[in-house]
């Protein structure tokens, strides 16, 4: 089975902190995304990579950046968090295919 | 502009009957697409797929039928379960896309008892 982890279920920060969130997939997966989720909003890509040191914006990378300096690790970062970021984060990853495999999620506060 | 429609937020349906859920697209490039169920406080797990050259595609009691020509895609469950219940998600992709999927917003299903 896919396994697709990521560092935290559920995460407080504060305003204007730098905030790292850690993914990892264990199946050799060349694809990893970053999707936010709001009500009302569905899934919205942020980033994916589709190779180590690769990347590619999605529909709403401002105030993002993004890490992949190991093929089984996406990272994402905040570089100056917001209230405005406060969301559920997705994590997923895929082969050379359309399915993608997500992880848990964190669940990101900023106060 | 938003290229996957669900335009149904919720939907209610009684134990043993059918469910359907609607999604509609708006790009024309779109050749792939996904369903996804979302439990809460979960990741989405991958439902059932199809292809565009294709028009229905079925895995046990989950069928995907896609009409091109209205752009629109549905997802039938028959019968329906309580432990449906959970928030679906359309996705389409094409194959320029590096495998990017565009979700919908998310039907929330409810099947009582």
């Known amino acids: 089975d896919v396994k697709v982890t990521q560092s935290s279920r559920y995460l407080v920060k504060r305003t204007g902190e730098k905030v790292f969130l850690e993914c990892v997939q264990d199946?050799?997966?060349?694809?990893m995304f970053w999707y936010r989720q709001d009500p009302g909003l569905g899934l919205r890509l942020i980033y994916f990579?589709?190779?180590?040191?690769?990347?590619e914006k999605g529909d709403i990378p401002e105030g993002y950046s993004v890490s992949r300096e190991k093929k089984e690790r996406f990272s994402l970062i905040l570089e100056s968090a917001s209230t405005n970021q406060t969301s559920m984060y997705l994590c997923?990853?895929?082969?050379?295919?359309?399915?993608?495999?997500f992880g848990p999620g964190t669940r990101l506060t900023v106060t | 502009d938003q290229q996957v429609k669900q335009n149904s937020p919720s939907l209610s349906v009684q134990e043993g009957r059918i469910s359907i859920l609607n999604c509609d697209y708006t790009?024309?490039?779109?050749?792939?697409f996904l369903w996804y169920k979302k439990y809460p406080a979960e990741g989405p797990t991958f439902l059932i797929s199809?292809?565009?050259?294709?028009d229905k595609n079925e895995d046990g009691r989950f069928t995907v039928f896609l009409n091109k020509s209205a752009k629109h895609l549905s997802l039938h469950i028959v019968p329906s379960q309580p432990g449906d219940s959970a928030v679906y998600f359309c996705?389409?992709?094409?194959?320029?896309?590096?495998?990017?999927?565009?979700f919908g917003k998310g039907t929330l299903l409810t099947v009582n008892p």
């Open positions: 790009n024309s490039m779109f050749d792939y």
């Open positions: 199946m050799d997966h060349e694809n």
């Open positions: 199809i292809s565009s050259i294709k």
């Open positions: 996705a389409a992709s094409w194959g320029g896309s590096n495998y990017k999927l565009t």
């Open positions: 997923a990853s895929s082969f050379q295919g359309y399915e993608q495999y």
């Open positions: 990579s589709y190779d180590v040191k690769m990347k």
